[in-house]
């Protein structure tokens, strides 16, 4: 199911980073989570260049951090945009895991 060269259209779980800033206090505190992408743009050896986050309409530019890509040939990646699209509407963080592992058995049940 996980692959290591992306083609375009293929899923990735991208290892997404967020730093916050508590006001007053000016401690920061990081987080880190997993979020299913569609591959917009590979580079010539297979490297993931762009990406949009399913549930953003915006496609990310920066280099992610870690990938991992499931192959569009292995996952029925347009019944999980489907469905994650519709879970994102009743809960905002439905595209947030917390590991890879999490990633791996949501992805289960769209093998093909």
Do not use: C
Not at 53 to 68: A, H, R
Not at 95 to 112: C, G, H, M, Q, S
């Amino acid at each position: 199911m996980i692959s290591t060269i992306a083609k375009r259209g293929d899923l990735a779980a991208v290892k997404i980073e967020t730093v916050a800033l508590r006001v007053g206090t000016y401690a920061t505190s990081r987080h880190a989570y997993y979020a299913l992408a569609l591959i917009t743009s590979v580079t010539r050896d297979g490297r993931v260049k762009r990406y949009r986050v399913i549930g953003d309409n915006s496609e990310s530019k920066d280099t992610p951090i870690e990938v991992l890509i499931a192959s569009k040939t292995k996952i029925n990646v347009t019944k999980v945009v489907s469905d994650l699209e519709a879970q994102i509407k009743d809960r905002w963080d439905a595209n947030r895991f917390a590991t890879a592992d999490a990633v791996r058995e949501y992805l289960k049940p769209y093998v093909i």
